[in-house]
Structures are given as C-alpha cells and as structure tokens.
C-alpha cells in the first residue's frame, strides 16, 4: 500500500532531505536574531550625537545612584562600540572612590577564544582586540565569581529578561557555571529603542537580571 515503507535501501539524497527539515527551526532562529540584531544596531546608529548624548547622560546618573545606594565593590562592565551607552564617566569616577572596574578581554586559547575580565582604570593602557573594541593590556584578570555588579552590553532586550547580543556567545560560554546564581547581578545596558516584544532564545541563553536604560532600572522576572 501507498502508506507503507520502501523495502529498498532509503535513497542517500532523501536522507539529506530528512535532516535538512530537522534543521530548519534552528535556521529560522538564526535568521530572525540575525534580521533582528541588523535592524536594532541600524536604529542604534541612527541616533544624533546630540540625543545620544543626553540618553548616556541620563543612565550614567541612575548607575551612579545605584553604585552610591548598593556599594558594589567589583564591577564589571564594557567600552562603548558600535553605539553603545558610554559609561565611561561613571566608571572612571567610581574608581576613583575604591570601587574596582573590570573589562571584557578576549582571551585566546587552544580550545578558542573565551571572555574573561580585567582590572581597569583611567590609567589602564588599552588595546584593540580582533574585533576593534579596545581591551586592558596586561591588567590582572579579575574571576567573575568576584564580580558584584555586571553590566552586559547588548542589541536587543524584552522585558522577560532575553538578551540579544552581537552573536559571538562570548557571554552566554563566560556566564553558564554561573547561570542560577543571583551573583553577579546581570544587568543588560541599552536605550528603550532596543526593547522589543519578543527576542527569539534559545535553552542555553543566560537571562539578565536587570535593565538599564535612559528611563531607569526594570527587574527582569526570574525563569520558573
């Protein structure tokens, strides 16, 4: 009967067909982050210097408020690229009252490369790394279990806590033993036009406790 299977052997090419169909949900993930991330970084880069500005201004004084109220004593955070907040004048200032700052390095390796944190301060020399982005050269590495406060850069947010970042998973490899700990607290740094209904995730994506922006901080839900 038509419904039965072939006694032949299964040709090679319908086996090829078969995989293919199980892998379109992952391509389809890909392509939507990926659509999603070129339309949020254009709309990033289409902001004045002038609103930019004023929007960076605006998070630098509730992070320092924060910073003020809660103390932290290690932070970890990031330097400005491709548009991103600039909390450059915060970190330099609460350096200089004791608070020890880190920044992303990329550290290569024979299993690849990985993201660790280094010590930084307004003295710190800096190199660019492979992606352009300037890192601390030859600072102590700073272990994230050790870190208070982590400020994640990113391209997109939903207010469940998803973060969509530039698509290398450096954060999502750097944070998985960490995953179910409330320390650090991870807390993702953008402006509300990054904010969208939904990010597209994946099993293995570390959520963000917390959300700066321009309008304040917003206490993402805790996964069930």
């Not at 299993?111 to 800096?126: D, K, R």
């Not at 650090?184 to 990010?199: E, H, M």
Request: glycine share 6%; proline share 9%.
């Amino acid at each position: 009967m038509g419904s039965e299977l072939p006694s032949e052997p299964v040709p090679h090419q319908y086996l090829i067909f078969k995989r293919l169909q199980t892998m379109k949900p992952k391509i389809n993930q890909n392509t939507k982050k990926t659509a999603l991330r070129n339309e949020l970084r254009a709309r990033r880069r289409q902001l004045s210097e002038s609103d930019r500005l004023s929007l960076d201004a605006s998070i630098n004084q509730f992070l320092a408020k924060y910073i003020a109220e809660h103390r932290p004593a290690t932070i970890a955070a990031f330097w400005p690229f491709d548009g991103e907040p600039n909390l450059l004048p915060t970190l330099a200032a609460t350096d200089q009252h004791g608070t020890q700052i880190a920044l992303p390095v990329i550290k290569q390796s024979p299993s690849g490369p990985s993201l660790v944190f280094a010590q930084w301060t307004s003295a710190t020399v800096m190199e660019k790394n492979h992606y352009g982005i300037p890192e601390p050269c030859g600072s102590p590495e700073i272990l994230l279990f050790n870190i208070d406060l982590l400020l994640l850069p990113l391209v997109g947010w939903d207010e469940s806590g998803n973060r969509l970042g530039m698509g290398a998973g450096f954060y999502d490899r750097a944070l998985t033993p960490l995953n179910q700990c409330e320390v650090p607290v991870r807390t993702g740094v953008a402006y509300q036009l990054q904010r969208v209904p939904k990010i597209p995730d994946e099993p293995w994506d570390i959520r963000l406790h917390m959300l700066l922006s321009e309008t304040g901080w917003f206490t993402c839900p805790s996964r069930e």
